[in-house]
């Protein structure tokens, strides 16, 4: 249970950290739901705010401190790199604020755990993406689970292949650092739908490699420069889910592939194809020995308005004024963190690593108060 849930209140205006690439997606989807303000941004570049400032006719504060001194902003929504989530989540919690982080909730385990720490003592919120999990597609992939639609869940198999981002984006060095690798930022939205659906993890094993020393910049005004890399790029792991279920996940930036994600759960009675986690939709298929062929299954209608990032931020504010539980919330986040790296953990030791976070399902969204 989150600290603040039964102490209901109305959220404030949200104020966005972080104005690069994955912001004009957030202000977008946030501005179009009337309720909820938009209430300013901020970022260390105070061009880059201005920028969206001007583009979403909102404030821009000259600075992250500045927005955070504003009483008006109730929920500061973080867009900064990996790196930089946990001096600015903390810094918005010690400012009183309610926080929401893109993912992953921090670069390293115990960062992401001081922070539900800090979180839960100041009676503040903490949620962390992905919210994918929360869209259209995987709520269905939920109810058919919990339907019994296929049976005990047996085995689940994940993997996000790919030769990595510096071909479109254009500062890509965040991906090769501390927080970043392929496990760290696509895993989360791989593995938070698997505990959405299964549960908790127990224990995992891997082995890991990084096949290029080096990247280049492909894009943008960087274009050219060469980025060290400082993270295992390939990952090859196995995940036990307290339930029994046993997964596979493998990640990948080192690989040319045309077949990039996969993911699939394993029923003891029939075998449900997911849609992609990195989405809000997709297509969902289900194959049982019964029927000898792909059958693919209608989407629920979406439980909210919008159906795209923010669709979490959405929920925080609506659970903070419900005074009920977030449903992308920070434990779940910290148990994903713990996940990805004592999977990195385990090849480094080369033994099997037991999980110390667990964390529950998270509720449905249709059933639970807008
Ligand atoms: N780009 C995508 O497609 C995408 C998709 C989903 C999630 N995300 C996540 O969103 C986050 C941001 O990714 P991005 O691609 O937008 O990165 P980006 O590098 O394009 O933008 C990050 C912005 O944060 C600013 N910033 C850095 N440190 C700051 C600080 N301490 N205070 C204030 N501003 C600061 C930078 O100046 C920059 O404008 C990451 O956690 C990433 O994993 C990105």
Not at 178 to 197: E, H, N
């Amino acid at each position: 249970v989150s600290p603040a849930a039964g102490d209901a209140s109305p959220p404030g205006a949200i104020g966005l950290v972080g104005c690069g690439t994955i912001s004009p997606t957030y202000l977008r989807t946030l501005g179009a739901v009337p309720q909820l303000v938009l209430g300013g941004c901020a970022d260390v570049d105070a061009d880059a705010a201005a920028a969206r400032a001007r583009r979403y006719r909102l404030p821009a504060y000259p600075d992250a401190a500045a927005l955070l001194d504003d009483p008006a902003i109730g929920v500061v929504v973080n867009l900064t790199p990996p790196a930089a989530h946990a001096a600015v989540c903390e810094a918005a919690l010690r400012a009183g604020k309610h926080v929401y982080t893109e993912k992953p909730l921090a670069a390293s385990f115990a960062d992401g755990r001081r922070l539900l720490e800090l979180a839960r003592s100041l009676g503040l919120r903490l949620g962390a993406a992905p919210d994918t999990f929360l869209g259209p597609g995987w709520q269905t992939a939920r109810r058919l689970v919990d339907e019994g639609v296929i049976g005990e869940p047996v085995a689940a198999e994940a993997s996000f292949l790919s030769h990595g981002t510096e071909s479109w984006h254009p500062q890509p060095a965040f991906y090769y650092g501390a927080g970043g690798g392929p496990l760290l930022d696509m895993g989360p939205y791989y593995l938070t739908g698997l505990v959405s659906l299964l549960g908790p993890v127990r224990r995992v094993a891997a082995s890991t490699s990084t096949a290029f020393a080096e990247r280049v910049v492909g894009t943008g005004p960087r274009a050219g420069e060469r980025i060290p890399v400082d993270v295992p790029t390939h990952v090859a792991g196995t995940l036990e889910f307290a339930s029994g279920a046993l997964g596979t996940i493998t990640t990948s930036f080192d690989v040319f592939t045309p077949r990039w994600s996969t993911i699939v759960l394993y029923g003891r009675e029939a075998t449900l194809a997911l849609p992609d986690p990195n989405g809000f939709r997709g297509r969902m298929r289900l194959w049982s020995p019964a029927s000898g062929r792909w059958q693919q299954l209608p989407l629920d209608p979406p439980a909210r308005p919008i159906a795209e990032r923010g669709l979490g931020v959405l929920d925080l504010c609506e659970a903070i004024a419900a005074g009920r539980d977030h449903l992308a919330s920070g434990a779940l986040a910290l148990h994903i963190l713990e996940v990805m790296h004592a999977l990195i953990e385990s090849a480094r030791a080369g033994a099997h690593q037991l999980l110390t976070t667990t964390c529950e399902r998270p509720a449905r969204l249709s059933e639970v108060a807008a």
